[in-house]
């Protein structure tokens, strides 16, 4: 019975392991290309959010949230509110009747309390604007009159969904390029 002696398996058992999750390295380099395809798909919904809301001039874009996790290989994009408010802001929306004052008819109203506070809110506080523009809203009813209702665009779900897809595959194609180039070197 012959003896058969394998140089450098212990090396490459090691070569192996290097590539797996496990490894602090490996999952350093899976993170940073998770990291990157998610940043790059919030872009791509951002642009979609710009051109859901028109007229944005307090930047309800930004409401568009991207994180990936710590403890698992993954990420997150939502719109949902975030954990605290930011600063309030003094922005007044330029009225028509500031505009021209010599217009005869128009809104004379005072601007409500809460009026006054929802146009305080800036950026990453505006969420609710685009959650409005997604889901809808019922109809509006004030002491004034009917203030009408939003209809659901659905704009989230489906620029999300294939923007996430584009960002897995990305990911998926990262990974094993990253793969293939190591068991070359191998």
Do not use: C
């Not at 398996?9 to 797996?20: G, N, P, Y």
């Not at 949230?65 to 949902?80: A, D, E, F, T």
């Not at 659901?152 to 793969?179: D, M, P, Q, Y």
Request: proline residues 3%; without cysteine.
């Amino acid at each position: 019975m012959e003896v058969i002696e394998i140089q450098g398996l212990q090396q490459r058992a090691k070569e192996i392991e290097s590539l797996m999750t496990t490894s602090p390295g490996m999952r350093k380099y899976i993170t940073d290309i998770i990291r990157k395809a998610v940043r790059d798909a919030r872009k791509k919904i951002v642009q979609d959010a710009k051109s859901v809301l028109d007229n944005d001039p307090r930047q309800a874009f930004r409401a568009v949230r991207s994180s990936v996790y710590k403890q698992i290989l993954g990420g997150n994009i939502n719109i949902l509110s975030p954990y605290k408010r930011g600063a309030a802001t003094n922005y007044q929306r330029p009225r028509k009747l500031d505009q021209n004052p010599h217009q005869r008819g128009g809104n004379r109203r005072q601007r409500s309390m809460e009026t006054l506070r929802y146009e305080s809110y800036h950026g990453v506080d505006r969420g609710f604007i685009l959650r409005f523009q997604n889901q809808g809203t019922t109809k509006r009813e004030t002491r004034f009159g009917n203030r009408g209702s939003l209809r659901a665009r659905n704009w989230f779900g489906i620029s999300s969904t294939i923007h996430t897809e584009e960002a897995v595959n990305t990911i998926v194609k990262e990974i094993e390029n990253a793969l293939d180039a190591e068991f070359k070197l191998m």
